[in-house]
């Protein structure tokens, strides 16, 4: 049975009962016909769009077929789920590209979206590797630091330029570095006491050990705060920069190589390959310019609460939504 679009509810979690018999192919309104969805599947979907919020509204849908429709994609509305308490309607389309994405993207009012050619699958196993400062935690570690340590302003507006991507990111970690040279040591278990995890966090990593997927963070911070996380959490890795300290002061060195953008890229690889998880079933996770590669190399590329050069070039953005928004994700298949 056909179900009009002018008559089916305002909020799209009251839509399950209606789209429980399967897939409906939108039709558009032509020579005085309404807008409707028909029972129906595409043959050969060449892409998915994903619409989340935490409440979902038609208007969501009507503002993206829109999009659609100016650009000749034939759609399918494919499901409606709540995961994490938030609403998500799954649309498979018969064309994709990235023009399309950034086109759905400039519409988006009060919901986030995902427009991509393809999700990793929740039933099958996967991995999920996140950046730590203000992605898994909701502050930069090394500003805390610089704050305790009396050199706060320089130190931030360092950190800044490094994730805005107008300063190399090694570069920019040395020289905060270096302005800690000689402050006290512990001052890293008084940042770690006051660590505020991103919202979603411990939903997101539940929900992944319910799938048997791993997760693993991949931080341009510092290990001591990497570790707390993947004590605390249960993660399965964690790779972060080691800072020099003798006699319980900082010396301004960081030992060994700096986990860069490059290093996050490859640590992806590694440890999918470690896992035997298709690059396919990874996900990656961050908002800095130094995600970029990381996000690219993944299956799906998540920037969160991203800045303007991330958004730009990041596969999937939210931007309301936090860390749940990527459980939804995962699941809307």
Not at 10 to 33: F, H, I, K, N
Not at 141 to 168: F, H, W, Y
Not at 215 to 221: I, N, Q, T, Y
Request: aromatic content about 4%; glycine content about 8%; some cysteine.
């Amino acid at each position: 049975m056909a179900l009009l679009m002018d008559v089916l509810p305002e909020q799209v979690r009251d839509w399950t009962d209606m789209l429980s018999c399967g897939a409906y192919l939108w039709q558009p309104g032509q020579q005085g016909e309404k807008e409707q969805l028909t029972p129906g599947r595409l043959a050969a979907p060449a892409g998915h769009l994903i619409l989340l919020a935490e409440k979902l509204n038609k208007s969501a849908l009507q503002s993206s077929l829109q999009i659609l429709d100016e650009a000749g994609v034939q759609v399918e509305v494919s499901g409606v789920k709540r995961v994490a308490e938030r609403d998500l309607l799954s649309l498979r389309l018969s064309a994709w590209s990235p023009a399309l994405k950034s086109r759905l993207q400039a519409v988006a009012d009060d919901w986030d979206l995902a427009c991509v050619p393809a999700l990793p699958q929740a039933d099958k196993p996967g991995l999920v590797l996140m950046d730590m400062d203000s992605t898994a935690i909701e502050m930069e570690c090394i500003d805390e630091i610089a704050l305790l340590a009396g050199v706060g302003e320089e130190v931030a507006a360092v950190t800044r330029a490094a994730m805005e991507g107008s300063l190399p990111f090694a570069e920019s970690l040395r020289r905060r570095v270096r302005a800690l040279a000689g402050a006290d040591a512990a001052i890293i278990e008084q940042v770690i006491a006051r660590m505020p995890l991103m919202p979603g966090l411990i939903v997101l990593v539940e929900g992944l050990k319910a799938m048997g997927w791993k997760v693993a963070l991949a931080s341009g911070g510092f290990t001591p705060f990497t570790g707390h996380l993947r004590q605390t959490l249960g993660l399965d890795a964690d790779f972060a920069n080691t800072l020099e300290i003798r006699d319980g002061r900082f010396t301004g060195e960081v030992l060994g190589d700096i986990v860069d953008a490059e290093a996050k890229a490859r640590i992806l690889v590694e440890l999918a390959a470690r896992y035997d998880i298709p690059l396919s079933q990874t996900v990656a996770i961050g908002d800095g310019a130094n995600d970029l590669l990381m996000l690219a190399q993944a299956g799906l590329g998540v920037a969160l609460h991203a800045k303007p050069l991330v958004q730009e070039k990041a596969p999937v953005c939210l931007n309301l939504l936090s860390l749940e928004g990527v459980l939804a994700l995962l699941q809307a298949r």
